[in-house]
């Protein structure tokens, strides 16, 4: 069982940053950030899976938003910076203990979440 605790969310303006961070207890395969505004689906964001540190994110974000973690792969950041409104949303982070899926973006992907951390960027 893997515990995932998310803080970090905020209020900021376009144009600004925010970091997010999850604690996780257990041991994990990979880790990720989602992200669900009101009435879409649940989006993936960015993830790392710990067998050679493989790092993904969603087009969107690349170049602006950067996943790492703590040394003993049990704390997940999220550097957020040039926030758009677009990026207004529910932010959660994830847990997969699926050894055989190679880039875990999916949300079948991943067994355990956290209760979620609003994000909003106004315009």
């Known amino acids: 069982q893997v515990q995932l605790v998310e803080s970090g969310g905020g209020l900021v303006q376009a144009g600004g940053s925010l970091r997010l961070s999850c604690a996780a207890s257990?041991?994990?395969?990979?880790m990720g950030w989602f992200r669900q505004a009101p009435g879409k689906e649940r989006e993936f964001v960015a993830a790392?899976?710990?067998?050679?540190?493989?790092?993904f994110y969603v087009d969107s974000v690349k170049g602006r938003f950067t996943i790492s973690s703590g040394s003993a792969q049990n704390t997940l950041y999220l550097q957020m910076n040039s926030l758009k409104p677009e990026d207004t949303a529910k932010y959660f982070c994830a847990a997969s203990v699926q050894p055989y899926i190679n880039l875990p973006s999916r949300t079948s992907d991943y067994n355990y979440w956290g209760q979620g951390t609003q994000v909003t960027v106004s315009s």
């Open positions: 257990g041991r994990t395969i990979a």
């Open positions: 790392i899976r710990w067998s050679g540190y493989r790092i």
